[in-house]
């Protein structure tokens, strides 16, 4: 995998208490394997798909809280240092400070203003994902918040995005649908969507990042998922993009697992 240009998702770990429990369970529903756990940094294991890096898993540091299970999605810098204070100037704050990771790169972890945590990756030694849009590995992310007018502004002047609006001739795809993609160079090349919550029911869902994994077949993997203690909070359910269900697994974290390959319906207009 080649470099990823400012702002495109690049790579994705979660945390976990019981680290062979979900190594069990992402083996089994993503056909993962696992490399060794990198001691010196925290036991810090990468994922891996047909031999490429697709993910990390991670202990709790000892002694701290314990963590709630959650994906963090990466979003690559040539510049940590500086898109950290592009995030304090557009509102955000810093869950972690800029980092040095040995030869592999450096890090930060940030919260947008309306609550969503994600972090920067500025590459060294460790580009990022290895595979991306295939079975197994990463496809898409969106940004899920209840405040999508200062989520947008925050997106775009931290990273060089351009944006446009999903919809339907003059009108939202769906009523009470406000969704968003954000592109790099040209329009068309979407690199994160943004969804707001609790539309039109008057509800305030926290803001998060939800990841993508791609598989052969949503079904099965939801199947799987449930067997190992997981639970659908979502579908399966049909789109133009593909069949998709969002899950948990059996320690909370959630994901969305989808099938690009099966596709219902016109893909909506951007402007």
Request: aromatic share 12%; net charge negative; proline share 8%.
């Amino acid at each position: 995998m080649t470099d990823f240009p400012e702002g495109a998702p690049c790579w994705a770990d979660a945390m976990f208490t019981d680290v062979e429990g979900a190594k069990t369970f992402y083996g089994e529903v993503l056909g993962w394997t696992f490399g060794d756990a990198a001691s010196e940094y925290g036991n810090y294991t990468q994922a891996f798909h047909d031999g490429k890096a697709v993910a990390a898993v991670v202990p709790p540091m000892p002694g701290g809280e314990e963590p709630v299970s959650q994906w963090t999605l990466y979003f690559a810098s040539p510049d940590v240092a500086g898109t950290a204070e592009k995030i304090k100037a557009a509102g955000g704050d810093l869950v972690m400070e800029p980092m040095q990771v040995g030869t592999f790169g450096s890090m930060a972890i940030a919260r947008e203003p309306s609550g969503a945590v994600f972090g920067v990756w500025q590459p060294g030694d460790h580009k990022g994902f290895e595979q991306v849009g295939e079975p197994g590995s990463y496809c898409w992310a969106e940004l899920a918040t209840p405040d999508p007018g200062t989520a947008d502004a925050f997106l775009t002047q931290v990273f060089p995005y351009g944006s446009q609006r999903m919809q339907t001739g003059d009108e939202p795809v769906a009523p009470g649908m406000d969704y968003r993609a954000f592109s790099l160079g040209a329009p068309d090349n979407w690199v994160l969507g943004r969804m707001t919550t609790g539309a039109g029911d008057g509800t305030k869902a926290p803001a998060r990042i939800r990841v993508y994994f791609a598989v052969d077949d949503c079904d099965q993997a939801v199947a799987r998922a449930i067997k190992l203690g997981g639970q659908a909070l979502g579908g399966p359910m049909d789109s133009p993009f593909g069949r998709f269900a969002e899950l948990t697994d059996q320690q909370g974290a959630v994901f969305v697992v989808i099938d690009p390959g099966t596709r219902v319906g016109e893909v909506p207009q951007m402007s």
